[in-house]
């Protein structure tokens, strides 16, 4: 992990028990500066302290960006805890927890002041989950490692220039990885994804025979171009160019090569950069056919086709802004417990309704925020999940549409209508029996559209459906407990993928304070490929708890 920090002009600082020689040759020959501070974590004060004063000292301005990586641990003989003895349990809870805290305590305090990004990432694992016998202190260490990282997460997002904290630990999805903007490639965000899965699951690289890839800036590149880039050879590929649809048609894709025996682990994985201008190349290259059939009118861009499809909405069912406000506000009340979230503030429907205009009837908080990432997922059979060890879900059911209602002159309908009773009908439950829902959110009026489509109400009731229920992940009908995208951020394709890695963490118990309290099912959703009147590709999966 050292070397993979050591990269030109990055100062790094190294705490261990004794310094690496080979670490200071990669570190000249990388151009970076290295620091070797030895310490023993088992009595982690000093050390921690020698730190928030080297971080106090430095002049401002000298570094664009600060992290912290707890990666330390002791793992205590495999033995029941009655025949361990008291001093090496001491140790495994000082080194693994204790130090971690402390560390991050100065850390935190040593760049109060700063106002560039800061993160720290507790390493952690699966077992700080699921218990194992003969290793309870290092069981008990990493649980409290996510549970600390958890609690000072929801602190620093209440700050205006708070840190980003985050606990990563081994399962079937990768921790998301966004920021606002990036100078790095698509190529760089999916090869951390898969990395994150190769770490978190503890599967070597050959392992992973089925690939799934969908991202816009990834070009001229596809699926088969990654597969040479990252090492990979799988004998099953699939490109998914289908956009905010791309990870429930992922999913479903992947579990049939999966039931078929054409693979037996897929990572299915979406990724796309965001810098000054690629919003704009990516509008432009999007469709020739939506661009040569809306650039003469002076429209480009989702906004004004979403501002079409909101106001017929408004106009044929009595729709008010404050509705749509209300699926935005309940969003970001969600997002608040999310430490990757791009909006860290809370959002009032006064506050929505006040908004400068964009595209009438579409405001500012109406719109996604692009920001740049990655989101994965593996998929597998329960059977090798079990035997993995892995927190894992069941695929219950799965539908997929393309180019649905055609005859429609403005979109008021869905895919998902013409599929959904074949969707339960696989599931074997009915919409009253989901716990939440992930919609896909690229405007408000989509959501609606999905809450009708999807059978919750009746066509034309989304506003008095929105006026009745409470949508945080505490309320009456959970929806987007990430926050989505209109919160979270949009990181281009793996946007499409939100949904679903945050539907695995509910129902792993990774969700944190934005758990759905007893969730046993989950649905979510997916909406892609705009074109100059519509999105054209439509999908949706039932997720449900292992048993």
Known sequence: MARQCLADGQHLIGIARQANPALTLAAEAGGATLEQWTADLADAGAIAQRLEHWLQAQPDGRFSRAVLINNAGVIAPLRPLAAISPADTVRALRVGLEAAMLLTTAFLAGTAGWTVPRQVLNISSGLGRRAMAGSASYCAAKAGMDHFSRCVALEEAAKPHGARIVSLAPGVIATPFHERYSTRGAHWFIGQAVKGLLDGSGLAKDQIDGLTVSSFSLGPDTAVGVTQHLGLSPRWLDHIPTGGASGVMALRRAARAVQAGDADVVACVAADTNHVDSFRATLGAFSHFARDASYPYGSGGPNSIFAFITANYMRTFGATRADFGRIAVDQRSNALNNPHAMFKKALTLDEYLAARPISDPIHLYDCVMPCA?????????????????????????????????????????????????????????????????????????????????????????????????????????????SGGQLSAGQAGAAGGFLGMTEAIRQLTDQAGPRAVPGAQLGLVTGFGMVVYDRCLCTGAVVLGRSS
């Open 373 to 481: 990432g990655a989101e994965a997922f593996l998929v597998m059979s329960e059977e090798r999940a079990r035997d993995l060890g892995l927190p894992h879900v069941l695929v219950r059911g799965a539908i997929e549409r393309h180019n649905a209602y055609g005859d429609d002159p403005v979109m008021v309908r869905g895919g998902w209508r013409m599929d959904r009773d074949d969707l339960y009908a696989q599931a074997d439950v009915r919409p009253a029996d989901i716990d939440f829902i992930q919609t896909y959110d690229d405007y408000p009026v989509i959501v609606m559209l999905q809450f009708e489509d999807l059978g919750f109400c009746d066509k034309g009731d989304g506003p008095a459906f929105v006026r009745a229920h409470r949508m945080t992940h505490d309320g009456s009908f959970p929806n987007n407990t």
